[in-house]
Structure formats: C-alpha cells, structure tokens
C-alpha cells in the first residue's frame, strides 16, 4: 500500500525507485477495485461481472499500453510495454474516487456542480498521472514528445475508425454488402 501511496504522492520518484520491479499483484489490486465501481449490485452474477470487468478494463490498458508503446519505439524511444501496462493501471487508481462523489451527491450533500468539478478534478489528475508515468517510462524530454506519444494512437483509430465508415458506406452503396 505504500507504493500506491508514494505513486499518487509523487509518480516521478516513485517509478524511478521501483521502475524494472515487478508490480504486477498492486497491479491486479488496482484493477480489482477499479472494477467494483462498475459491477453494482452484489447478487449471484457479482463474480462474473466482476470478472468481466476486470479483464475488459486490463485489456483497455493494455490496449492503450500496447499503442503507446509502438508509438514511442516510432518515435525513437526505449519503452517495455509490460512495466508501462503494470504503471497504467496504478494511474486508474484516483477512480476510487468517484464512489464517494456519488454517495455525497446522492446523501444531498454536495450539489450537482460541485459534484461535477470534482468529477473534472479527478479526470484531470488521472490524466496528469497517465502523462507523468509516460514521460518517466518512455523518459521523453518534452512535454510535446508526451502529448504525440498519446494522441497520434488516438488519431490512428479514429482515422481507421473514419475510414472504416466510409469503406463500409461504399459496400452499402454499391449493393456489396
């Protein structure tokens, strides 16, 4: 637990000291409890939808891991995308956060603005947290190499995405599908 402490406390330490340990069970602990936020109900299904949970939210990260990681080797950069799969999910961790949120809103005692906020808040932290560990893993120098190593994934699947729709309206339009 105090590495998750230090982690949140400050990422850039933190991962210099425990950068090539293996942090795979912290891991699994976060996504664990990233994913009871999801589940709702405890019934007969509970284990099962929080096994899907946590497999569907592992496979985004590595997703999201995998892509940066053939990014920053693009790019010319050193990066392992099994320590930077295990620090991204140490970055979901903040999420924790939105289950009070709710309950305090939901109990009347915060508004729906103030809700909202700190909502923002906490998005915008896990996003700080995303490209703090980034920079320290792929150990980029600027803050425009972070910003690319992000967002040209994101600009690939929205182009395949957009290119996709229009492939498929083609076959649509021509009778070929």
């Known amino acids: 637990m105090r590495l998750l402490y230090y982690y949140i406390i400050n990422p850039f330490q933190t991962i210099q000291l425990y ?11 976060v996504l664990l409890l990233v994913s009871f ?12 939808r929080q096994l899907f949970w946590v497999f569907s939210i592992a496979f985004q990260i590595f997703f999201v891991a995998a892509y940066i990681d053939f ?25 924790l956060l939105f289950h009070p949120l709710s309950v305090l809103h939901s109990a009347g005692f915060l508004s729906s603005s103030i809700t909202g906020v700190l909502g923002f808040l906490v998005i915008a932290f896990i996003a700080a947290l995303f490209l703090s560990t980034i920079r ?9 190499h972070d910003v690319l190593i992000v ?5 690939f699947m929205v182009s395949f995405l957009f290119i996709s729709i229009m492939y498929f309206g083609v ?6 599908l």
């Open 37 to 48: 936020i999801f589940t709702g109900v405890i019934d007969q299904f509970f284990v099962v």
């Open 171 to 176: 076959l649509a339009s021509t009778g070929f």
């Open 151 to 155: 967002l040209l994934p994101v600009f």
């Open 71 to 95: 990014t920053a080797r693009i790019l010319g950069y050193k990066s392992n995308s099994f320590y930077l799969f295990q620090w991204l999910c140490l970055a979901l961790l903040p999420l």
């Open 136 to 144: 320290k893993l792929v150990d980029t120098k600027s803050l425009v």
């Open 19 to 29: 950068r090539f340990q293996s942090i795979a069970p912290t891991s699994f602990l």
